[in-house]
Structures are given as structure tokens and as C-alpha cells.
């Protein structure tokens, strides 16, 4: 059973709740708040259950990783296993998952090697990085082996590994 608190309120009458903040239970105070000043002793305070008093529930961890956070947000477009897998060994390639990755000679930048970088409507931050690279091989390509496949299909030129896949 989750922790019970006293919210007191000077202007207010007294209320218990739960360690979320919602009201879990109705209380019959028999004594008046004074200021510190003015103590007495305390009455005895009877206390009633409303109902259940809810459990604070913890929210999943969120990934904080660049390439588990592209994980989760391939898998909420259903790439996943070969999908997956093409999408990790393209941007692999082109960025090394470094979301600080900047090519000088082409303007190219972050895990999706993004030209011009602003094309990313924030290119500092990894969500939209992310979300600009998956959305661009969507529509252009369809999915992530397809987009690999054309990366390969256009490596090596001249015995150079160029990738050129935009």
C-alpha cells in the first residue's frame, strides 16, 4: 500500500493524500492549526479510507543512446529484425551513430549525414535527427534495405567507399 501523507493548509481544512498528490482518504480534524507560536496539543485525529489508495507507478526507462532510441522509433514504424539491421549498418556507415558527425566537404551532419544539415529542423538534437533520417528513407526509398541497397549499389566508386546515398 502506497504511503499516506497530512497536507495541511492553513486556509483549507486538512486533507490526507497519497504520495501522488490525489486525494485518498477523508479526514475529521478535531483540532485547530495554530501558528507555532500558539501550540497546543493535538486531538485526536479520526481517519477514514475513501478507497484504494493508488501505487505510484514508475514510467519505463526511456532510451538515452542514440541507436537504442532509433531502435524504438524503427520499431514504431515496424522495422525491425532485417530492417532494423539495414538501417543500423547504414547509418553506421555514414555516421558512425555520432550525432555530432560532420562532414566539412559536403555539409553533411549527424547519425543520418543529413545535406544540407538544415534539412534537420534541429540538428542538435538526436530526436530530430533521427525522425528527419527515417522520414526521408520512408519517403524516398520505402524502407531502410531498400535505401541500403542503393548505398551499396553506388559503393565503391573508383575503389573508394563513398556511400553517396542521398
Given at each position: ?119 534537420i529542423p534541429n540538428p542538435e538534437d538526436v530526436h530530430s535527427q533521427l525522425d528527419w533520417g527515417m522520414t526521408y528513407i520512408q519517403s524516398r526509398y520505402g524502407t531502410p534495405s531498400k535505401a541500403l541497397a542503393f548505398w ?15
Amino acid at each position: 500500500m502506497a504511503a499516506i501523507f497530512w497536507l495541511i493548509r492553513p486556509e483549507t481544512s486538512p486533507t490526507l493524500v497519497n504520495n501522488t498528490g490525489s486525494p485518498a482518504v477523508k479526514a475529521t480534524v478535531e483540532a485547530t492549526v495554530k501558528p507555532a507560536t500558539q501550540r497546543t496539543e493535538a486531538k485526536p485525529v479520526h481517519v477514514e479510507p475513501v478507497g484504494e489508495v493508488a501505487q505510484a507507478v514508475k514510467p519505463e526507462p526511456q532510451p538515452t543512446e542514440p541507436k537504442a532510441i532509433a531502435q524504438a522509433k524503427a520499431a514504431s514504424r515496424g522495422w525491425t529484425d532485417t530492417e532494423w539491421q539495414a538501417l543500423d549498418q547504414l547509418w553506421h556507415k555514414e555516421s558512425g551513430w555520432n550525432p555530432n558527425a560532420y562532414n566539412a566537404s559536403s555539409g553533411a551532419c549527424g547519425i543520418p549525414q543529413a545535406v544540407p544539415c538544415t534539412k534537420i529542423p534541429n540538428p542538435e538534437d538526436v530526436h530530430s535527427q533521427l525522425d528527419w533520417g527515417m522520414t526521408y528513407i520512408q519517403s524516398r526509398y520505402g524502407t531502410p534495405s531498400k535505401a541500403l541497397a542503393f548505398w551499396q549499389s553506388r559503393t565503391p566508386i573508383n575503389g573508394r567507399d563513398v556511400g553517396n546515398w542521398y
